[in-house]
Each structure stands twice: as structure tokens, then as C-alpha cells.
């Protein structure tokens, strides 16, 4: 069943139809089925790992090889999201005046590049779609990030993101129980 999720997601982005993805779309496919490796990860780990099962040059990762290193990361856990407390240390620590949020202009410089390399940052259409999830579009200032009402916002969608795609692969829940 977690290959039939794995398959399902993989399929997404194999555009013909022949078993294969771009190498770019592999960190897109792992953080929709819940691992959340750094850029750096990618493209220093598992991209060449993926594509040194197959060695065919054209920097197309087959399903074989994905799934099996999906299914390693899965089980290890190896990629897991951080959890909230991690996420908010992370934040306060970008706050250092305690003020329960951060200038959407600061996140921005922060993320840009994420780690001082310039590789882990987001790109352009990465950090227009975050900052439009995390700005407070009710506030009269909708150019800070609430960082407590954010990650809550993230935990929450991510979690039941990550229950409808899995539901099917763990089986009948027990009733009553």
C-alpha cells in the first residue's frame, strides 16, 4: 500500500509517461509525501545516489530507484519534518526582541540563503508562495509573520496533508477500539 502512495506521487511528475522524472522535481515528490530534505541534501545525496542506479546520463531518475529510496527514508524516518518546538526555537531566534513576529523583508534576506548557502535558499516562486502562506493577511501590518499562529497554520496542514495521503497505506482502522 505505501507503493501504491509512492507510485501515485512519483506519477505526478513522470510527464510521458515512461517511469522517469526530472532529477528537479525529486525534492518536490519527497516533501508531498512528507520528507523534507535541504537542498544541499539533494543534490549532494540523493540525486546522485538516484542517479548512479541509473546510469543512463540524462539526469532522469527511474520509479525503481526513487521508490527504494523512498521507502528507506520513510521507514528511517530519515527526512522527517521538524517538529513545532524546533520550528519555534528556530523563529525566536530571528526575534530576538521577543515581539511574537518577523518582517516578511528579514524572512525573505534569512531565506534567500538559508544556512549562508545560497543553494539551501528558497527560490523566487518558493518564497512567494511562504510568504503568502505565512504573512497575517488580517493584521493591519500584513508584512509580519506571527511565527506562533504560523507554525500552528504548517503543523496543522501538514499533518492532515500527510493523514489523506498515507490513510490508504496503513489499512482499516480498527473501530471501538
Known amino acids: 500500500k505505501l507503493r501504491k502512495v509512492i507510485k501515485e506521487s512519483f506519477s505526478y511528475f513522470d510527464k510521458i509517461g515512461n517511469g522517469t522524472v526530472q532529477q528537479d522535481d525529486i525534492g518536490t515528490i519527497m516533501r508531498y509525501l512528507g520528507q523534507f530534505p535541504s537542498e544541499s541534501e539533494l543534490k549532494d545525496v540523493l540525486i546522485p545516489e538516484l542517479l548512479e542506479k541509473d546510469s543512463g546520463g540524462d539526469h532522469l531518475v527511474s520509479y525503481d530507484a526513487f521508490e527504494k529510496m523512498m521507502q ?49 535558499g528558497f527560490r523566487e516562486r518558493e518564497m512567494s508562495e511562504f510568504l503568502d502562506y505565512a504573512k497575517d493577511k488580517e493584521s493591519a501590518d500584513s508584512n509580519r509573520i506571527y511565527y506562533e499562529d504560523y507554525v500552528a497554520k504548517l503543523t496543522e496542514d501538514v499533518e492532515k496533508h500527510l493523514e489523506n495521503i498515507y490513510k490508504d497505506a496503513r489499512g482499516p482502522v480498527a473501530k471501538g477500539l
Do not use: Q, W
Not at 83 to 89: F, I, N, S, Y
Open 72 to 120: 528507506r527514508c520513510l521507514l528511517e524516518h530519515e527526512y522527517d519534518a521538524d517538529d513545532p518546538e524546533m520550528l519555534l526555537a528556530a523563529f525566536r531566534v530571528l526575534d530576538p526582541e521577543g515581539r511574537g513576529y518577523i518582517d516578511a523583508n528579514l524572512m525573505h534576506e534569512h531565506l534567500s540563503t538559508r544556512g549562508g548557502k545560497a543553494s539551501d
